[in-house]
């Protein structure tokens, strides 16, 4: 960063220095405001906001900035318009930390939070798709907010490594750059987005069915499971967004097992030792909780736990043992359509409440443009 600075600078006459002086540190007070290291939003605003095709895979590495740099004064013309360019950086900072530490739930930054819940507080690569959608309409901004949450789930479920995703986005920036309406939104999402998406989707209803504690960090099954409790709630209330999860995510709330991990009668259940292993983690036999309720049942049967889950305030589990129907074609019984109960609890529920959060999570994640 002094190395940037050193260069930018001695471009500037005596009696500007002040005043850009100001701006730069502006720039690093906010970054080290985040506990950001200001070489990775070096690389992210140059890959976001400039041609970088001429470098491998056009992935800038920390290493490459300054030379970078120093070939592209014609793209990036700090040398004839410093205060421009440090203003361009000044405005990428100021995207970067919001974008990176939302301050509410306005505007579609309710999929921003998601994102760090899903893919951890250090994941920071969606911000090379939000830099340079500077010229989004708000709308549309929002829009593409959601339909980031829905690419990183998908890398995050299929198990998309880093450095491939990285060199997606860093061909994906130039074409952000251009979007303005949704229309050009939607036909980047059909000529991009999607193209790579399905292609990692080949296998994910089969990935999905095995998905479950075993596979996959605790945090992240959380999350998904907080994800699909309140897509449900919304639903039966006739909405669409699942707003914040705070509800969902809270300590309060607990991953159950509705097969008990400390199982005494593993018969009762219809497995047996290799089938209990293979299916005690998975999600299909994984609900969220209160806590309070949790304790009150612990290695209970399922005909004890049952009657405790309807006291749950999520749907989702309060429906295991039981759908709650009103009215003839309300947005309780549409909803009701979409999910099932069981009387029992075994081998074949799991397998088939699995499926069901499948087919919800499509709903959630899945991208469809339409104009």
Known sequence: MDLLKN?????????????????????????????EKP?????????????????????????????????????CNYE???????????????RYVSYLKPKDAENGNIHLSNISLLAGHSYKLHLMLLLPASQMEGPVLSEFKKIVESVVYYTVINRIATNFTERIFAVWCKEIRNIVTQEDLFRFVRA????????????????????????????????????????????????GDTGVLANYMDNGVEIEHIMPQTCYD??????????????????????????????????????????????????????????????????????NKKLAAWEEW??????DRQEILFRLSEEIWGINPEE
């Open 7 to 35: 260069m930018i600078f001695r471009q500037v006459k005596r009696e500007q220095f002040k005043e850009l002086n100001m701006k730069w540190k502006e720039i690093t007070a906010l970054l080290e405001g985040i506990e």
């Open 39 to 75: 070489l990775r939003f070096l690389r992210y605003f140059i890959m976001s906001n400039y041609d970088v095709s001429d470098v491998k895979d056009g992935i800038l590495r920390e290493d490459q900035i300054y030379d970078w740099l120093s070939n592209n004064n014609t793209q």
């Open 80 to 94: 004839k318009k410093p205060f421009e360019f440090v203003q361009l950086m000044k405005a990428n900072v100021d």
């Open 192 to 239: 991009f987005v999607l193209p790579n998406v399905n292609s990692w989707k080949v296998n994910i209803e089969q990935s999905f069915l095995h998905l479950g504690l075993n596979s996959m960090q605790q945090y992240r099954i959380k999350f998904i499971m907080a994800k699909i409790s309140a897509y449900v709630d919304a639903l039966r209330i006739g909405k």
């Open 266 to 335: 593993k018969a009762s259940y219809g497995v047996n030792d290799e089938e209990f292993s293979l299916l005690i983690n998975r999600l299909g036999n994984l609900t969220l909780l209160e806590n309070s309720i949790n304790k009150s049942i612990q290695n209970n049967d399922y005909a004890s736990k049952s009657k405790a889950y309807q006291q749950s305030k999520f749907y989702l589990t309060k429906s295991i043992p039981k759908l709650v129907d009103q009215g003839a074609d309300t947005a309780i019984t549409r909803t």
């Open 346 to 351: 075994n081998k074949t529920s799991i397998e």
